[in-house]
Nanobody, 126 residues
Framework: EGRLVQSGGGSVQAGGSLRLSCTAS????????MAWYRQAPESQCEPISI???????SYADSVKGRFTISQDSDKKTGYLEMNNVKPEDTATYYC????????????????????WGQGAQVTVSS
C-alpha cells in the first residue's frame, strides 16, 4: 500500500503565493490520478483540482485562473501552486489519488477508495 506525504502550507497574506507538494511512495502518478481537496472549518471537503493520469486537468471555479496543478517529470511528486490567494482560501489542503465530488470530511477516508495525504494547513490573512 502506498502513501502520499504532503509538504508546504503555512501562512500568507492575501495576494501572495504558496506551493503545496505531494510525494508518492510505492507508486507514481503515471497510472494514478491526483486530486487536491480542501476543507475549511464547518465546511465540506471540496475538490478543487484534478490531474488525471491521462494528463487532463480540471479546476473548481473557486480557484480557476489562480491555482495550478502539476507534477514532476518522474511522476512521483505533484504540486498545487496557489497564486493571488484570498482569505477564503484558508483551509486544510489534502492530496489524494481518489477523484470524487464533495465529501463530508477529507480526513479519515482510509485507503480502500484511494490514498490520501496527511493534510497541510493554509492560512491567508487579509
Amino acid at each position: 500500500e502506498g502513501r502520499l506525504v504532503q509538504s508546504g502550507g503555512g501562512s500568507v497574506q492575501a495576494g501572495g503565493s504558496l506551493r503545496l507538494s505531494c510525494t508518492a511512495s510505492e507508486f507514481t502518478f503515471e497510472d494514478h490520478d491526483m486530486a487536491w481537496y480542501r476543507q475549511a472549518p464547518e465546511s465540506q471537503c471540496e475538490p478543487i483540482s484534478i490531474r488525471e493520469h491521462s494528463g487532463r486537468e480540471s479546476y473548481a471555479d473557486s480557484v480557476k485562473g489562480r491555482f495550478t496543478i502539476s507534477q514532476d517529470s518522474d511522476k512521483k511528486t505533484g504540486y498545487l501552486e496557489m497564486n493571488n490567494v484570498k482569505p477564503e482560501d484558508t483551509a486544510t489542503y489534502y492530496c489524494s489519488t481518489r477523484v470524487t465530488g464533495y465529501l463530508y470530511s477529507c480526513s479519515g477516508q482510509g485507503s480502500v477508495l484511494g490514498v490520501w495525504g496527511q493534510g497541510a494547513q493554509v492560512t491567508v490573512s487579509s
